[in-house]
C-alpha cells in the first residue's frame, strides 16, 4: 500500500511538472505567434516604404546635385571673403566716412561757386549799363573760369557719390554675408550664458536685442551686465571668424564688472571654450573675480602701475 502510494504521488509530481511545461509551451508559441505577426506588419510596412522610395539612379543623381550646391557654396563664401578683403575690410567703414566728409564739402564748395557765379552775373549787367566793356570782359572770363570749376568740381563729386554708393552696396553685401557665420560661432557660447535665447542683429551690424521663445528684448532695454555680455560674445564670435587658423587676442579690461555672480560664471565658462581657438588677456582689479576661468597664466601689476 505505501509503495503504490509513492508511486501515485511520483505519478501527480510528473502529471503536474508535465502541465507546466505544456503551459510554458502554450505561452512560447503564443509569444512566437504575435513576435511572427509584428513581422509580417512590418515586412509589409517596409515594403511599402521601398516601393515610395527613389530609384538607385535618382539618387544618385540627388546626391551629386547636392554636392554640387554644396561645392558652389563653399566657392562662394572664398570669393566673398576675399571681396571682403579687397574692399578694405574694417577699413571700409573709415574709408565711407573719409569720402561722406569730402564729399559734403565737395557740395558746399559748389553751391559758393554758383552763388559767385550769380553775383558776377548781376555784377556784369549793372557794369554792361554804364559802359565798362574792361571790366565786363573780365567778369567774363571770371565767369567762364568759375563755370569750368563747377563743372569739374560736380563731375568730381559724382564720382565721389557713386564710390560712396559701391562703397555703401559692398558693405551692406560684406555685412549680409558675414551675419550668419558670425550667429553659428556665437551659438555655443550663448548657450552658456542666454539659454534657448537668439541674438538679433541689423544690417547695420548693431545688436538689436535678445529673443527667448516668443519673447524679444530691446538692447536698450537689457541690464547694463546683459548688454556687457552680448557684446563680448559677439566679440568672440568675430575674432574666431576673422581668425580662420590663427588664434587672435581677445582683450577684455574689467568688461564684467554689471555681471552677477551666477553669469560671471557662465561668462568664464564660454570664455574657457573660446580659449581653444583665441588667445584670452583678462585684466581685473578684482583679485578673485576669475579664480574659475582657469587661467594659463597670472600677472600681479604692482601698486604704483595701478595708480598709473
Known amino acids: 500500500m505505501q509503495k503504490a502510494e509513492v508511486a501515485l504521488d511520483e505519478a501527480r509530481s510528473r502529471r503536474d511538472a508535465l502541465w507546466r511545461w505544456v503551459t510554458d509551451q502554450r505561452v512560447a ?20 516604404e521601398l516601393e515610395r522610395l527613389p530609384a538607385n539612379d535618382e539618387l544618385r543623381t540627388l546626391v551629386a546635385e547636392r554636392r554640387r550646391a554644396w561645392e558652389d557654396s563653399l ?16 577699413r571700409a567703414e573709415a574709408n565711407l566716412a573719409r569720402e561722406r566728409k569730402a564729399l559734403d564739402a565737395l557740395s558746399t564748395h559748389a553751391s559758393q561757386l554758383t552763388a559767385k557765379a550769380q553775383d558776377l ?3 556784369l549787367r549793372a557794369r554792361e549799363a554804364i559802359g565798362l566793356h574792361e571790366e565786363m570782359q573780365e567778369a567774363e572770363v571770371a565767369f567762364t573760369e568759375s563755370k569750368s570749376n563747377h563743372v ?6 559724382a564720382a565721389a557719390r557713386c564710390l560712396v554708393e559701391t562703397l555703401l552696396a559692398a558693405r551692406r553685401e560684406a555685412q549680409e554675408r558675414l551675419t550668419a557665420p558670425v550667429l553659428e560661432r556665437i551659438r555655443p557660447y550663448l548657450d552658456y550664458v542666454f539659454p534657448n535665447s537668439n541674438v538679433c542683429i541689423n544690417d547695420e551690424w548693431t545688436l538689436e536685442g535678445l529673443s527667448t521663445d516668443d ?20 566679440r568672440l564670435g568675430l575674432a574666431e571668424l576673422f581668425a580662420d587658423k590663427e588664434r587672435l587676442p581677445i582683450l577684455l579690461d574689467d568688461a564684467l564688472i554689471n555681471t552677477d555672480p551666477c553669469r560671471l560664471l557662465a561668462m568664464q565658462q564660454a570664455l574657457y571654450q573660446a580659449a581653444d581657438r583665441l588667445q584670452i588677456i583678462v585684466f581685473s582689479c578684482q583679485d578673485t573675480s576669475f579664480d574659475a576661468l582657469a587661467p594659463e597664466r597670472i600677472y600681479q601689476l604692482h601698486s604704483s602701475r595701478r595708480g598709473a
Do not use: C, M, N, Y
Request: hydrophobic fraction near 35%.
Open 121 to 123: 552775373t548781376a555784377h
Open 152 to 157: 569739374k568740381l560736380s563731375r568730381f563729386a
Open 215 to 234: 519673447v524679444s528684448e530691446p538692447f536698450a532695454a537689457l541690464s547694463g551686465g546683459a548688454q556687457e555680455q552680448l557684446g563680448i560674445l559677439v
Open 29 to 48: 508559441v503564443e509569444g512566437e505567434r504575435r513576435e511572427s505577426e509584428f513581422l509580417g506588419r512590418k515586412i509589409d510596412d517596409d515594403a511599402r
Open 75 to 90: 566657392a562662394l563664401r572664398e570669393t566673398q571673403k576675399e571681396r571682403w578683403e579687397v574692399l578694405g575690410g574694417e
